[in-house]
Structures are given as structure tokens and as C-alpha cells.
């Protein structure tokens, strides 16, 4: 069945860049997907690309997709104390998403 | 403003009483969800709507049921039959152009 895995934890300086990971299973998803899940909230959708793309930027956000290998990386840039909080990647299919585990992103001052 | 409700967002029961966690969404979204969220497990699907009066098991449906009478509402009843019912819930909805679900802010559930 389908599967994302993603590392639970990532610590970083700030000012560094985080680079977060992720790996899928279902070769057909169409959209892949990152939210930011802050304390005691719910998710919110930070970036999504299409499954025919490498790369796409927004702002401090860059995400690649190696189809071949179905890893997805979220890379933050100059990353702010206000950057902690869970990331997820989800891939679409059959109308749903399925999402990783997250990965809790610590951002030392 | 437009968005997802989720009431209340603690909710206490004893073990062995159902209870309806409440969703309501003024986006005019056709599509609705319920996740359950445990530390550690990301987010699984107990059950979806992708129109009103229909709607499909997810991945953990199993104890749980929902109806959807209404194309904004979207309640998810936790029954005694679920083994392990402590968990954060979280509904989201999404309309069938937009590629984004949006989140309600959750409900924490704890059942002794």
C-alpha cells in the first residue's frame, strides 16, 4: 500500500538552512504536499509541487523531487526560531492524502 | 471569515460513552475528512465525504462513524468500540478545483 516516511527530528542553528526529507511509495501520486503543523493546531499547507516537476521556490522555501528515487526534500532557508513546529509531506491518491509520520524541526537561537 | 470550526477543543469522556466531535465548514467545500493524530504517527484517515449523504471508510475506521446531512457539516461519533480513543482529532475539507485541505484547528479527546 501506499507509504511516506520522513526522520522525526531536526536540529538546527538559527540562520542555518533545514533540509527536511521525505520518501514515498505510490509512483502515480500527482501532488505532493508540505504543511506546518505549530502546537495544539491544526495543519497548514506551506507548499505543494506536481509530480512533473524537479523544483519549485516560494520565498525562504525551496522543495526538490527526485521522482526516480520518489524522495521529496523541503529546504528552509535562513531558519527563524518561529520555524519550530512539525513538518508533514503528504502524496495524493485516489482523492486522499496520505501523510509521513513528521518531523519535529528545533531551531536553537 | 471563511474557515473550518472544530468544537469543543478539549473534550473529556469516560470510558464506555460515545461521543460526537462537532466539524463546520462555511468554504462551500464539497470534499470533508476526519484524521486522528498520535505523537509520533502523523495523520490517519478514518473516514471522508466527497459529497453530501455519502461517504467512505478510511484507513481506521473501525470504531468510528459519521453522517453528512449537510454539505458543511461533517460530525465524527467516537464509539465505545474504539479500543484506543485518546488522540488529537482533525477535520479538513477541500472543494474538488483546489489542490489545498484546509485544517480546522483540532479537538483534543481524552477518555479514562
Known amino acids: ?109 | 471569515d471563511g474557515g473550518i470550526t472544530q468544537s469543543p477543543k478539549y473534550l473529556f469522556r469516560k470510558e464506555g460513552q460515545n461521543v460526537t466531535l462537532s466539524c463546520e465548514q462555511n468554504l462551500n467545500h464539497d470534499a470533508m475528512y476526519w484524521y486522528r493524530q498520535d505523537p509520533g504517527q502523523g495523520l490517519r484517515l478514518i473516514y471522508y465525504s466527497q459529497i453530501v449523504n455519502d461517504f467512505q471508510k478510511g484507513d481506521i475506521a473501525e470504531g468510528y462513524s459519521v453522517s453528512r446531512e449537510k454539505k458543511e457539516s461533517f460530525p465524527l461519533t467516537v464509539t465505545s468500540a474504539q479500543k484506543n480513543p485518546t488522540a488529537f482529532y482533525l477535520c479538513a475539507s477541500t472543494d474538488r478545483t483546489s489542490l489545498e485541505q484546509y485544517f480546522g484547528p483540532g479537538t483534543r479527546l481524552t477518555v479514562t
Open chain 1, 1 to 109: 500500500g501506499e507509504d511516506v516516511e520522513q526522520s522525526l527530528f531536526l536540529s538546527v542553528r538559527e540562520g542555518d538552512s533545514s533540509v527536511i526529507n521525505c520518501t514515498y511509495t505510490d509512483s502515480s501520486s500527482t501532488y505532493l504536499y508540505w504543511y506546518k503543523q505549530e502546537p495544539g493546531a491544526g495543519l497548514q499547507l506551506l507548499t505543494y509541487i506536481f509530480s512533473n516537476m524537479d523544483m519549485k521556490q516560494d520565498q525562504r522555501l525551496t522543495v526538490l523531487l527526485n521522482k526516480k528515487d520518489k524522495h521529496l526534500s523541503l529546504r528552509i532557508a535562513d531558519t527563524q526560531t518561529g520555524d519550530s513546529a512539525i513538518y508533514f509531506c503528504a502524496e495524493s491518491t485516489g482523492g486522499k492524502l496520505i501523510f509521513g509520520q513528521g518531523t519535529e524541526l528545533s531551531v536553537k537561537p
